[in-house]
């Protein structure tokens, strides 16, 4: 069973920095605002915008795609089972992300992960919009 979990934390840690080059781009770009409509809403003040998906170079992923979720302030994202794997980088705002097992904040330039089927909440606790990129890592 050590094996698996370590395999796992190995391709997990691939896959992210596999993935940091879109975020140092994203970083570095001006963050892009988006109107009140845009996207997809999830939670009250809270809207996934896709951004684009790609095919991936790491073996247990085919492909990843990019979203944007879009938090007016104060806005709350309740915890949620994840999916999938994913790498996150918060490109506007501040928030609290609540998981399992604990509590952190961040601020824009900041990464994160969530594994999939391990929860994640998130509330912006900024005065602006706040805005999570997050690569979502698709399974082959």
Known sequence: MKAINRRS???????AAAAMPL??????????????????EIAPGVRVVEVGTGNSDIP????ISIVDVV?????????MVMDNDMVCTITAGEFTIKKTDKQFKLKE???????????DEATNTSKGVGIHRIAVLIPA
């Open 9 to 15: 934390t190995i391709a997990l840690g691939l896959a």
């Open 23 to 40: 975020f140092t781009l994203a970083a570095s770009a001006k963050t892009k605002t988006y109107g009140p409509k845009e996207g997809k």
């Open 60 to 63: 247990p992923y085919k492909s």
């Open 71 to 79: 938090f007016q302030p104060g806005a709350h994202a309740p915890a």
């Open 109 to 119: 330039g900041d990464v994160y992960t969530c594994s999939k089927g391990k929860t």
